[in-house]
């Protein structure tokens, strides 16, 4: 069983910085295809970046040049380093192992205030 834990968020300004963790542990993180994903309130999921395991990244529109995806295969972990952020950054923000039909974290609020 896979199991998952983000930590980092918070309460920012705009235009501020945090660094999200999702530390990984039951399966084998090194092979493994992550994504992280935010949800707002009232609004549905979406996809916030992934990452291959081999390192190859992707990012919604919506945060390209602004967020950066990594992994430290030894670590077990993931991050999301979120630069300029902005109010309608503000959302619940989960670490994904595998995929849609793979394991979930228990999400990590992130606040933008303006």
């Known amino acids: 069983q896979v199991q998952l834990v983000e930590s980092g968020g918070g309460l920012v300004q705009a235009g501020g910085s945090l660094r999200l963790s999702c530390a990984a542990s039951g399966g084998m993180f090194s092979i493994t295809n992550m994504y992280w994903y935010r949800q707002a309130p009232g609004k549905q999921r979406e996809l916030v970046a992934s990452?291959?395991?081999?390192?190859?990244?992707n990012y919604s529109n919506y945060v390209k040049g602004r967020f950066t995806i990594s992994r430290d295969n030894a670590k077990s972990t993931l991050y999301l380093q979120m630069n300029s952020l902005k109010p309608e950054d503000t959302a619940v923000y989960y670490c994904?192992?595998?995929?849609?039909?793979?394991?979930w974290g228990q999400g990590t609020q992130v606040t933008v205030s303006a």
């Open positions: 990452i291959t395991s081999g390192g190859t990244t």
């Open positions: 994904n192992y595998g995929g849609g039909y793979g394991y």
